[in-house]
């Protein structure tokens, strides 16, 4: 691997000086695909298309044209995210063989800025899972230790970055799906705030809480690959207006001066050890690093859990009631009626804990059940929602860790449910508070897998979580 190592933005600096072509770049990720195709990462790779687009973004290039912010570097979509002519699964038998029609926003503005688009990435299904063990191709494993998952449900997502087969990917984020792979796979992560980047083409799962992000190597990288995808779009009135800042300006700036807030409430008895010790060590040096560390409260943060697992399951069951065998995916050969129909499809196309979810969802919905469960949950949606903006009142970010232990085993929570929703326990809060929040790597547990260690911001001020994360990465690179 002779390029693969670089980061995003020295691969650019490489590619605009002459030194590397796109081509050659396309090149060496396939090659790397091929060497690691063990990890089960990806679904689908375009390596004639994306040969082709990275000459035409060599030629221009040569030809002195601007070719974009991102100009000929190979990137992942998660299989989740439309791009035209090429299949998007969500990882299901559902829509093992559907072609996109049409290109998502986020995709369209990669292309815009020069990216070569090369694979789409594994995942859980329809993006429902923790492990990335729920997908209908088969369950992605951890390049830290292909013994253990790499998170889900963005797991393909992170594992394709931290493997070095590409330079960045995009995942989406409904409850932890960016953040807890990137922790488990130790990759930098962000579920930016509702809103700031468009979900037109994306494949709903929980529609007031997905959000695309980027998951890279470093946190720079990070930076300019959401200074790409963010922006209003008129074909999705989720999308904020509100100004995208340059995430990259300010992020050299350190923290000195700066208020960071740590709630009682994520560091409870769920901590493994390591995890512990290594966020007390990160809260030290911020400290050490001239950040005023500050206290505050989250009393309703363990309702969020329950919350979350009521609203996503009932939208989740509202947005796939469109999967019925009629107009496109799966269709059962042999039914009676069109009631047989839809039960056969459904019944042959979607797994185990997608049709758990969506029974879960249904049954919030019903009547008799809808004020007791779902009514409740958007209640105590907004108390959560009110305590974290009365705490970063106090404060310009919040710390916690970005889950409660390391990467666990392949298989180790596959038959316990409970145990496997309790994974997000720390990262569906932000969804729920549709704040942004990023996750970046901040040491390793005695098995050497890395530990995330999560940031949490105001409203669409994502630029001052990229300046606090680097200020960490960048003191600690030697550690990596």
Same mark, same amino acid.
């Given at each position: 691997?002779?390029?693969?190592?670089?980061?995003?933005?020295?691969?650019?600096?490489?590619?605009?000086?002459?030194?590397?072509?796109?081509?050659?770049?396309?090149?060496?990720?396939?090659?790397?695909?091929?060497?690691?195709?063990?990890?089960?990462?990806?679904?689908?790779?375009?390596?004639?298309?994306?040969?082709?687009?990275?000459?035409?973004?060599?030629?221009?290039? !040569?030809?002195?044209?601007?070719?974009?912010?991102? &100009?000929?570097?190979?990137?992942?979509? %998660? #299989? $989740?995210?439309?791009? +035209?002519?090429?299949?998007?699964?969500?990882?299901?038998?559902?829509?093992?063989?559907?072609?996109?029609?049409?290109?998502?926003?986020?995709?369209?503005?990669?292309?815009?800025?020069?990216?070569?688009?090369?694979?789409?990435?594994?995942?859980?299904?329809?993006?429902?899972?923790?492990?990335?063990?729920?997908?209908?191709?088969?369950?992605?494993?951890?390049?830290?230790?292909?013994?253990?998952?790499?998170?889900?449900?963005?797991?393909?997502?992170?594992?394709?970055?931290?493997?070095?087969?590409?330079?960045?990917?995009?995942?989406?984020?409904?409850?932890?799906?960016?953040?807890?792979?990137?922790?488990?796979?130790?990759?930098?992560?962000?579920?930016?705030?509702?809103?700031?980047?468009?979900?037109?083409?994306?494949? !709903?799962?929980?529609?007031?809480?997905?959000?695309? &992000?980027?998951?890279?190597?470093?946190? %720079? #990288? $990070?930076?300019?690959? +959401?200074?790409?995808?963010?922006?209003?779009?008129?074909?999705?009135?989720?999308?904020?207006?509100?100004?995208?800042?340059?995430?990259?300006?300010?992020?050299?700036?350190?923290?000195?001066?700066?208020?960071?807030?740590?709630?009682?409430?994520?560091?409870?008895?769920?901590?493994?050890?390591?995890?512990?010790?290594?966020?007390?060590?990160?809260?030290?040096?911020?400290?050490?690093?001239?950040?005023?560390?500050?206290?505050?409260?989250?009393?309703?943060?363990?309702?969020?859990?329950?919350?979350?697992?009521?609203?996503?399951?009932?939208?989740?069951?509202?947005?796939?009631?469109?999967?019925?065998?009629?107009?496109?995916?799966?269709?059962?050969?042999?039914?009676?009626?069109?009631?047989?129909?839809?039960?056969?499809?459904?019944?042959?196309?979607?797994?185990?804990?997608?049709?758990?979810?969506?029974?879960?969802?249904?049954?919030?919905?019903?009547?008799?059940?809808?004020?007791?469960?779902?009514?409740?949950?958007?209640?105590?949606?907004?108390?959560?929602?009110?305590?974290?903006?009365?705490?970063?009142?106090?404060?310009?970010?919040?710390?916690?860790?970005?889950?409660?232990?390391?990467?666990?085993?392949?298989?180790?929570?596959?038959?316990?449910?409970?145990?496997?929703?309790?994974?997000?326990?720390?990262?569906?809060?932000?969804?729920?508070?549709?704040?942004?929040?990023?996750?970046?790597?901040?040491?390793?547990?005695?098995?050497?897998?890395?530990?995330?260690?999560?940031?949490?911001?105001?409203?669409?001020?994502?630029?001052?979580?990229?300046?606090?994360?680097?200020?960490?990465?960048?003191?600690?690179?030697?550690?990596?």
């Amino acid at each position: 691997m002779k390029y693969l190592d670089y980061s995003l933005t020295e691969i650019i600096d490489l590619l605009n000086s002459g030194q590397v072509t796109s081509q050659e770049l396309v090149r060496e990720c396939f090659d790397r695909i091929k060497e690691t195709q063990d990890l089960n990462a990806l679904n689908s790779t375009y390596f004639d298309e994306a040969m082709k687009r990275a000459g035409e973004i060599d030629a221009a290039r !040569a030809r002195g044209e601007n070719v974009g912010a991102l &100009g000929g570097v190979p990137v992942v979509l %998660k #299989d $989740n995210i439309n791009y +035209l002519g090429t299949r998007t699964t969500c990882a299901s038998k559902f829509l093992e063989n559907f072609v996109s029609p049409y290109t998502a926003t986020c995709a369209s503005k990669l292309h815009d800025a020069g990216a070569v688009i090369i694979a789409k990435a594994n995942m859980d299904e329809f993006a429902m899972g923790s492990s990335n063990e729920n997908s209908a191709f088969g369950a992605v494993r951890n390049p830290v230790d292909t013994s253990r998952v790499p998170g889900g449900s963005s797991g393909g997502s992170a594992c394709t970055v931290a493997a070095r087969q590409c330079f960045a990917s995009l995942g989406t984020d409904t409850g932890g799906s960016i953040r807890e792979p990137a922790s488990f796979c130790g990759v930098v992560g962000i579920k930016p705030t509702y809103g700031r980047v468009s979900r037109y083409g994306v494949v !709903a799962f929980a529609s007031s809480l997905d959000q695309v &992000g980027p998951l890279t190597r470093t946190v %720079k #990288d $990070n930076a300019l690959m +959401l200074n790409v995808i963010a922006g209003a779009d008129d074909m999705d009135m989720t999308a904020s207006k509100v100004a995208v800042p340059d995430y990259l300006a300010d992020i050299d700036k350190g923290v000195k001066g700066l208020k960071i807030g740590v709630a009682k409430q994520f560091f409870s008895d769920k901590l493994s050890g390591d995890v512990r010790t290594a966020l007390e060590q990160a809260i030290e040096w911020y400290k050490e690093a001239g950040a005023e560390i500050v206290t505050v409260d989250l009393p309703s943060l363990d309702t969020a859990l329950a919350v979350y697992y009521v609203i996503s399951s009932a939208e989740a069951a509202s947005n796939l009631a469109r999967f019925d065998g009629v107009k496109y995916g799966v269709r059962a050969e042999n039914y009676a009626d069109v009631v047989d129909l839809y039960f056969k499809s459904r019944t042959q196309g979607f797994g185990k804990e997608v049709k758990r979810r969506i029974m879960l969802g249904n049954y919030v919905l019903s009547s008799g059940y809808y004020d007791a469960f779902y009514r409740k949950a958007k209640r105590v949606q907004k108390v959560i929602r009110n305590e974290f903006s009365e705490a970063l009142k106090m404060c310009d970010c919040l710390i916690s860790p970005t889950t409660a232990t390391t990467a666990f085993k392949l298989g180790e929570k596959s038959g316990d449910h409970v145990a496997m929703y309790l994974t997000d326990i720390f990262t569906v809060p932000v969804n729920i508070a549709s704040v942004p929040a990023i996750s970046l790597p901040c040491g390793k547990d005695g098995q050497g897998l890395p530990i995330g260690m999560q940031l949490i911001g105001k409203h669409f001020d994502e630029a001052t979580l990229y300046r606090v994360a680097n200020a960490f990465e960048t003191a600690h690179k030697e550690d990596k």
